[in-house]
């Protein structure tokens, strides 16, 4: 059993495959894209700090810009990639089911910039790459400014779902 099929295109053009994904996939996108619902899904999640943008001792805030990188597959999907022209498409954000990963230490509103699109895989594989400006709560100690160390910790959690949740 599998969440969508293996897509037919009819030519290795965008609109095949479009229409391909516009009959499998897309009408799923409030489900969470797997086989059946005891299978858990994994989603990985990596970040890189791009950089600090300021700090806040009295707040006890920190403001970073971070590019999130998440990965995760769709069970099922796949198609050749001559047969429908590409490996890789990029799909409006709102065709596909996207986890609800978020910082647990989000202080300020989200003012990162909305990216309409997410990367489909002809293998199933889904990347979402982002940038994200966090406002973050932090424990700062500054006493020896700027030879001080801070550690500073993101959670990353789902509003939905806990970490081994199925789908029942």
Known sequence: MSCVAVLNCTSPT??????????????KNLIPPVA???QTLNVTISFTVVGILGVDAKAQTLTTFLWQVLQWDIAGLSWDEEQCGTE???????????P???????????????????YLHNTGRVYDDKPVRVVSSCKLEIYNFP??????????????????????
């Open 36 to 38: 059946n619902f005891s």
């Open 100 to 118: 609800d990963i978020h910082i647990s230490e989000f202080m300020d509103e989200d003012k990162s910039p909305y990216m309409p699109y997410v």
């Open 147 to 168: 030879f001080d160390i801070q550690t500073c910790s993101l959670t990353f959690g789902s509003y939905l779902h806990f970490g081994e949740t199925t789908f029942l």
């Open 88 to 98: 890789r498409v990029s799909v409006p954000r709102e065709k596909l089911w996207v």
């Open 14 to 27: 965008p609109n095949s495959l479009f229409t391909e994904l516009e009959k499998h996939l897309f009408s």
